[in-house]
């Protein structure tokens, strides 16, 4: 049973994976490499973590890591696979990969502004919230639903809505400006985050509803 368990949620990781990166056909994930242990984030990206993290207080004492990684996205978060299968929700460990790819095709996180990095940030730690109100089977169930178009749609633009509904709106905003507007993102980029994700004026229209008390994210 629990080989059975093991395997299943390696599926769900690679489910995640291959979505996180197939906005320009890329599908085999590349070996990690530690950046710093979990005491810590690089230097150059603790002010604006930081910031993100003010807004999530029920995060303070979370167990965060940070790697590099040749991904083909920006950013991405995972718990992982011991702590989920292994220990209780609030103890559970979890990897916030950094894209390091030089290939001049990716956007990294060094090059984006602080406002819209820290609503990046923000977005991945929205992740972490919502994975700590989940059990293994759900973290599965959540890794499987990545491969389905819609089920990802609806699970990107909720997990902006924790973001918003947390106060980080208009860094989310930045960051969803910065990737529509500036002119060296790739137009692969530009489609994939206009499918998947939250854009200007729906964010916008978001701020609005959480000022007026009518916001109320659930997936």
């Known amino acids: 049973m629990r080989l059975f368990i093991v395997s299943f949620f390696l599926l769900a990781i690679a489910f995640v994976s291959f979505s996180e990166d197939r906005f320009n056909g890329y599908t085999t994930p590349q070996p990690n490499t530690v950046v710093q242990d979990a005491s810590g984030i690089?230097?150059?990206?603790?002010?604006?973590?930081?910031?993100?993290?003010?807004?999530?207080?029920?995060?303070?004492?979370q167990n965060i890591q940070f790697k590099q990684a040749k991904i083909k996205t920006t950013l991405n978060v995972r718990p992982?696979?011991?702590?989920?299968?292994?220990?209780?929700?609030e103890n559970r460990e979890y990897i916030i990969r950094i894209n390091n790819r030089t290939d001049n095709q990716e956007i990294?996180?060094?090059?984006?502004?602080y406002e819209a990095r820290v609503g990046l940030f923000g977005h991945e730690l929205a992740h972490i919230v919502d994975y700590k109100g989940l059990n293994a089977f759900q973290i599965m169930g959540r890794g499987i639903g990545y491969a389905f178009p819609g089920?990802?749609?609806?699970y990107e633009k909720y997990?902006?809505?924790?973001?918003?509904?947390?106060?980080?709106?208009?860094?989310?905003?930045?960051w969803a400006s910065y990737i529509q507007e500036h002119?060296?993102?790739p137009q692969s980029y530009k489609l994939f985050k206009k499918q998947f994700y939250m854009q200007q004026d729906d964010i916008l229209d978001a701020i609005q509803e959480v000022k007026l008390g009518n916001l109320s994210s659930e997936f």
Request: charged share 25%.
């Open 108 to 113: 990294l996180i060094d090059d984006i502004p």
């Open 159 to 174: 997990i902006d809505l924790i973001t918003v509904e947390a106060g980080l709106g208009n860094h989310l905003y930045e």
């Open 151 to 154: 089920y990802h749609e609806s």
């Open 80 to 89: 992982t696979l011991a702590s989920v299968l292994f220990k209780k929700k």
């Open 183 to 185: 002119p060296h993102v």
């Open 42 to 61: 690089p230097e150059h990206l603790k002010a604006s973590f930081l910031r993100a993290m003010e807004f999530y207080p029920e995060l303070a004492d």
